[in-house]
């Protein structure tokens, strides 16, 4: 089993995950796959403030932890969809940064950002010695970037802060893939704005394959005995919205509910 923890505004998956810094961002890692839904829980505005002064500041000192809220109820795990290659004679992805709504409390549309859809994204599955294509567009109304967290690539295929692409704007980047079997992710990486998107949803999986991996024998049918569990936390506010500038802390953004 394939499992990615984020929790905090900060991602790790399977322990190879780190953050990627970006200065006054503090560099996120927080993600989510999964819109579940969590009744019963209301956060005003003033539990946000008591929140982000309190509880916030035991977490600045690393040596508290925040108790979070359960989700209630029983709720479907939901597996990331498996991106399928445009072309059958050759390997094409098409990555769109799309922003929508995600139904995260039952009967409440909240505002979010999604590759491919309203929230999260994909998995995007490789093999090592494949050349690969990926067209990258961006459908949000400010910049974005796509970074392809933990693949080795060269700086102008890494999707950066200097490699913004305007909304509107597309890229298609070409590579062959040069390392063994990985669980990584892919993420935004505009300068000062990597955090909040990733906040709001904008997080894909990528797994990369070789023939090592499927030599092993382990559980490869995926979705069923193959699946990633993502977990974060998040604050919304009394209109059950994402609103990160509220509760952005620069040594790490923690929600009270998962």
Same mark, same amino acid.
């Not at 009744?39 to 403030?49: A, L, T, V």
């Not at 597309?170 to 590579?175: A, G, I």
């Not at 893939?177 to 998107?197: I, R, S, Y």
């Given at each position: 089993?394939? %499992? ?5 505004g ?26 579940m ?11 946000? %403030?008591d929140?982000?002064?309190? %509880? ?9 932890v925040?108790s979070?809220?359960n989700? @209630?109820?029983?709720?479907? /795990?939901? /597996?990331?969809?498996?991106l ?7 390997? /094409? ?7 929508? %709504?995600? #139904?995260? *409390?039952? +009967?409440v549309?909240?505002?979010?950002? =999604?590759?491919?859809?309203? *929230? ?6 490789? #093999?090592?010695? #494949? @050349?690969?294509?990926?067209? @990258? ?8 970037? *796509?970074?392809?967290h ?16 305007? $909304?509107?704007e ?6 062959k893939?040069?390392? #063994? ?6 993420? $935004?990486?505009?300068? =000062? ?5 990733v906040?709001?949803g904008?997080?894909g999986?990528?797994y ?8 092993? =024998?382990?559980?490869?049918d995926? +979705? ?9 936390d ?18 790490? @953004?923690? =929600?009270?509910?998962?």
């Open positions: 089993m394939r %499992k990615i923890a984020l929790a905090a900060i991602i790790a998956s399977l322990g190879i995950l780190g953050a990627c810094s970006q200065g006054k961002s503090n560099d996120m890692k927080d993600m989510d796959h999964s819109p839904k969590m009744e019963g829980m209301e956060h005003s505005s003033k539990d946000m %403030k929140m982000d002064h309190d %509880k916030m500041k035991d977490h600045e000192s690393h040596s508290n925040v979070l809220n989700s @209630t109820g029983v709720n479907e /795990v939901k /597996v990331p969809a498996e399928k290659s445009n072309k059958k004679d050759e390997v /094409v992805y098409t990555v769109r940064a799309q922003k929508g %709504k995600t #139904e995260i *409390f039952d +009967g549309q909240t505002n979010t950002y =999604g590759y491919n859809g309203s *929230f999260l994204g994909p998995m995007i599955r490789l #093999e090592k010695g #494949e @050349t690969v294509k990926i067209r @990258t567009i961006n459908e949000l109304d400010e910049n974005t970037t *796509f970074h392809w933990g693949l080795k690539v060269s700086g102008e295929k890494d999707g950066g802060p200097q490699s913004i692409l305007k $909304p509107g597309e890229k298609t980047l070409e590579f893939v040069n390392q #063994e079997a990985a669980t990584l992710w892919f993420h $935004p990486h505009p300068h =000062g704005k990597t955090a909040e998107q906040y709001n904008l997080a999986l990528v990369i394959e070789d023939d090592h991996s499927k030599s092993l =024998g382990l559980p490869n995926y +979705g069923k005995n193959d699946f990633p569990l993502i977990f974060q998040r604050i919304f506010d009394d209109k059950k919205q994402l609103n990160y500038s509220a509760t952005m802390n620069t040594d790490g @953004t923690i =929600g009270d509910t998962y």
